[in-house]
């Protein structure tokens, strides 16, 4: 059953289109990655996915009452606030909160747990100003995934992530895929990794907008229209690769 | 650990230097501070409206700076003031005399509180700052008002107290009108402040997680007018815009989470305005300027306790898992 449909659905803003008409129909439990070059549109695209952008054309069809959770590109966090990583958590919990009591034992516990998660439990009191890049970055996923949203919406998540623990991102992505059927549909700039762990693509380039099952738009000559640069899409190791000529 | 300690601190440090305030009376003007008591019952329900006013602005003084709208109490004074010449001359046009009835008044107010929808509505916009607009408000409302002053005799007096507030002749019915309005404004304040909170904070996640973040956006700013308008006939402008600026910043500076910034900014806010008239009764000072005066003293404190602070800092290590 598809958890999200889109009907020639065209992005952008201030009547600049960013895309041609998009049509798709996203099961739910897969993954979505959306690719392209800088300033093509992605961001655009997943903003209007979420409602926070109108769509300049088309329709979005959302599976009923279904929650979202989001990772922004950059830190939305007004930095002025003195908000503890607890209370980034609390905005994503804040329906389920008790309103006379500052906490829960349902919340608390799935404080703990998320927090381990993402190995910055010993952050759990202090200000996410003061956060590092990496660190920010581990607590927004954290605030999107607290509530087991069943789509999770992430624009380059693993910015300012080191290279272990984006190794264990993926590996907790699929345990959340596997467990709770949930469905990503994520920016990313690393072409080799996302290309792997996706089963639908949507391409946002110059010269084209590619839209599709992952297998289908693979095709050398569709991406490098897309990309308007040459490129060679080859199999090493059983795992995709591509390399721009 | 740390972050407990340096909050019971604040606390501590901004009571202790309440209460030299205090002990000035005793020490330079014993008579004056005798007097002051014995004769409380004149100054109970000023002083009484003073801390009401007073702890409200502190409280939504915390959600206007963190909103960068720190002018709006200005601005909303200076609607207010419009809204009252506005109703004089409109009633001059129809040969009406409205002298001193208070329909003047309540028109002003509600003049302020449209002033703060329409902002709320109109400050979509991205490419200019909120303060931009509320700058525009307060420059085209004082023009205008003083337009109409000048057209008009009656009614001056309500501005003289909204600008410089009438803080020494609340009445008792007064008192419990201020009650009847701050007290559900302050619970509300306390039922939804995550909302009011969050959506300020990070209105697009809220947003996506389903909040009506343009509806709570009203719902704030009209508590925020309200209060505001309100406060201004007690106290006036000027120290309104004190209270809403002074005991947030000090609490901000340095708080390590938003229960610390509101529990120093509270304690502040309820501290000044008797102050300011204890201040006033013991040497003279007229009571808007005491109350500002007062404020500025806790700023320099602030300063002692941010050396304090700084020194605690350099001494603890920070330890990381």
Same mark, same amino acid.
């Not at chain 1, 609390?90 to 993402?118: G, H, N, V, Y």
């Not at chain 1, 581990?138 to 290279?163: C, H, K, T």
């Not at chain 1, 949507?202 to 229209?225: K, Y």
């Not at chain 2, 009438?166 to 701050?182: D, R, T």
């Given at each position: 059953?598809?958890?999200l449909?889109?009907?020639?659905?065209?992005?952008?803003?201030?009547?600049?289109?960013?895309?041609?008409?998009?049509?798709?129909?996203?099961?739910?439990?897969?993954?979505?990655?959306?690719?392209?070059?800088?300033?093509?549109?992605?961001?655009?695209l997943?903003?209007?996915?979420?409602?926070?952008?109108?769509?300049?054309?088309?329709?979005?069809?959302?599976?009923?009452?279904?929650?979202?959770g989001?990772?922004?590109?950059?830190?939305?966090?007004?930095?002025? %606030?003195?908000l503890?990583?607890?209370d980034?958590?609390?905005?994503? *919990?804040?329906?389920?909160?008790?309103r006379?009591?500052?906490?829960?034992p349902?919340?608390?516990?799935?404080?703990?747990?998320? /927090?381990?998660?993402?190995?910055i439990q010993?952050?759990?009191?202090?200000?996410?100003?003061?956060?590092?890049?990496?660190?920010?970055?581990?607590?927004?996923?954290?605030?999107?995934?607290?509530?087991?949203?069943?789509?999770?919406?992430?624009?380059?998540? %693993?910015?300012?992530?080191d290279?272990?623990?984006?190794?264990?991102?993926?590996?907790?992505?699929?345990?959340?895929?596997?467990?709770?059927?949930?469905t990503?549909?994520?920016?990313?700039?690393?072409?080799?990794?996302?290309?792997?762990?996706?089963?639908?693509?949507?391409?946002?380039?110059?010269?084209?907008?590619?839209?599709?099952?992952?297998?289908?738009?693979?095709?050398?000559?569709?991406?490098?229209?897309?990309?308007?640069?040459?490129?060679?899409?080859?199999?090493?190791?059983?795992?995709?690769?591509?390399?721009?000529? | *650990?740390?972050?407990?300690?340096?909050?019971?601190?604040?606390?501590?440090?901004?009571?202790?230097?309440?209460?030299?305030?205090?002990? *000035?009376?005793?020490?330079f003007?014993?008579?004056?501070?005798?007097? @002051?008591?014995?004769?409380?019952?004149l100054?109970?329900?000023?002083i009484?409206?003073?801390?009401?006013?007073?702890?409200?602005?502190?409280?939504?003084?915390?959600?206007?700076?963190?909103?960068?709208?720190?002018?709006?109490?200005?601005?909303?004074?200076?609607?207010?003031?419009?809204?009252?010449?506005l109703?004089?001359?409109?009633?001059?046009?129809?040969?009406?005399?409205?002298?001193?009835?208070? %329909?003047?008044?309540?028109?002003?107010?509600?003049?302020?509180?449209?002033?703060?929808?329409?902002?709320?509505?109109f400050?979509?916009?991205?490419? /200019?700052?909120?303060?931009?607009?509320?700058?525009?408000?307060?420059v085209?409302?004082?023009?205008?008002?003083? *337009?109409?002053?000048d057209?008009?005799?009656?009614?001056?007096?309500?501005?003289?107290?909204?600008?410089?507030?009438?803080?020494?002749?609340?009445?008792? /019915?007064?008192?419990?009108?201020?009650?009847?309005?701050?007290?559900p404004?302050?619970?509300?304040? @306390?039922?939804?402040?995550?909302?009011?909170? %969050?959506?300020?904070?990070?209105?697009?996640?809220?947003?996506?997680?389903?909040?009506?973040?343009?509806?709570?956006?009203?719902?704030?700013?009209?508590?925020?007018?309200?209060?505001i308008?309100?406060?201004?006939?007690?106290?006036?402008?000027?120290?309104?815009?004190?209270?809403m600026?002074?005991?947030?910043?000090?609490?901000?500076?340095?708080?390590?989470?938003?229960?610390?910034a509101?529990?120093?900014?509270?304690i502040?806010g309820?501290?000044?305005?008797?102050?300011?008239?204890?201040?006033?009764f013991?040497?003279?000072f007229?009571?808007?300027?005491?109350?500002?005066?007062?404020?500025?003293?806790?700023?320099?404190?602030s300063?002692?306790e941010?050396?304090?602070?700084?020194?605690?800092r350099?001494?603890?290590?920070?330890?990381?898992?």
């Amino acid at each position: 059953m598809a958890i999200l449909k889109l009907k020639n659905l065209v992005v952008g803003y201030e009547k600049t289109r960013l895309s041609t008409p998009l049509n798709l129909e996203l099961p739910a439990g897969d993954t979505l990655g959306i690719i392209g070059n800088n300033g093509s549109g992605k961001s655009t695209l997943l903003k209007t996915l979420t409602g926070i952008l109108p769509a300049l054309d088309g329709q979005i069809q959302w599976a009923q009452d279904i929650r979202l959770g989001y990772v922004p590109q950059e830190n939305q966090v007004d930095m002025l %606030f003195p908000l503890t990583v607890s209370d980034l958590m609390r905005m994503d *919990m804040l329906p389920s909160l008790p309103r006379l009591r500052s906490t829960s034992p349902a919340f608390r516990k799935a404080q703990s747990e998320i /927090l381990e998660e993402m190995e910055i439990q010993y952050l759990e009191e202090n200000l996410v100003r003061d956060l590092s890049g990496g660190e920010r970055q581990r607590a927004l996923i954290g605030r999107a995934w607290i509530s087991r949203p069943q789509v999770l919406l992430m624009d380059e998540p %693993f910015n300012s992530i080191d290279y272990r623990f984006r190794e264990k991102l993926w590996r907790i992505f699929s345990r959340w895929k596997n467990h709770h059927d949930l469905t990503l549909i994520m920016i990313d700039h690393d072409l080799n990794r996302i290309l792997n762990q996706v089963q639908w693509l949507i391409v946002l380039g110059p010269e084209a907008t590619l839209c599709g099952r992952r297998d289908e738009i693979l095709q050398p000559n569709l991406l490098s229209q897309a990309y308007g640069a040459p490129l060679h899409v080859h199999q090493e190791n059983g795992q995709i690769q591509i390399h721009f000529l | *650990m740390f972050t407990k300690k340096t909050a019971r601190f604040r606390y501590t440090f901004y009571s202790l230097f309440t209460l030299a305030l205090i002990a *000035m009376g005793p020490l330079f003007k014993r008579d004056s501070f005798e007097l @002051f008591f014995q004769s409380w019952n004149l100054w109970r329900e000023p002083i009484l409206a003073g801390i009401l006013c007073g702890f409200l602005s502190s409280l939504l003084g915390v959600y206007i700076l963190l909103n960068r709208i720190v002018f709006i109490s200005l601005s909303l004074s200076q609607s207010a003031s419009f809204g009252i010449f506005l109703t004089y001359f409109v009633a001059g046009l129809f040969g009406v005399s409205l002298a001193d009835s208070p %329909f003047a008044f309540v028109a002003g107010l509600v003049v302020a509180l449209l002033t703060a929808l329409l902002f709320v509505i109109f400050r979509k916009g991205k490419r /200019l700052p909120d303060e931009s607009l509320i700058g525009f408000i307060y420059v085209a409302a004082s023009g205008l008002t003083i *337009m109409l002053g000048d057209r008009i005799s009656e009614g001056h007096h309500y501005v003289d107290d909204l600008l410089f507030g009438n803080s020494v002749a609340v009445s008792p /019915l007064e008192l419990k009108i201020l009650c009847a309005f701050f007290l559900p404004l302050i619970v509300i304040h @306390f039922l939804y402040r995550r909302e009011f909170l %969050f959506i300020s904070a990070d209105p697009e996640f809220m947003t996506i997680r389903g909040m009506k973040t343009k509806a709570w956006t009203l719902l704030l700013y009209f508590t925020l007018s309200l209060g505001i308008t309100l406060s201004l006939r007690t106290l006036g402008s000027l120290p309104i815009f004190a209270l809403m600026v002074v005991p947030p910043l000090i609490a901000l500076k340095r708080a390590h989470n938003m229960r610390e910034a509101f529990g120093v900014s509270l304690i502040l806010g309820t501290a000044i305005p008797p102050l300011g008239y204890y201040f006033s009764f013991l040497f003279n000072f007229p009571t808007g300027a005491s109350l500002i005066f007062i404020s500025l003293l806790y700023l320099l404190a602030s300063l002692l306790e941010r050396s304090v602070l700084g020194q605690a800092r350099q001494n603890t290590p920070r330890i990381r898992a």
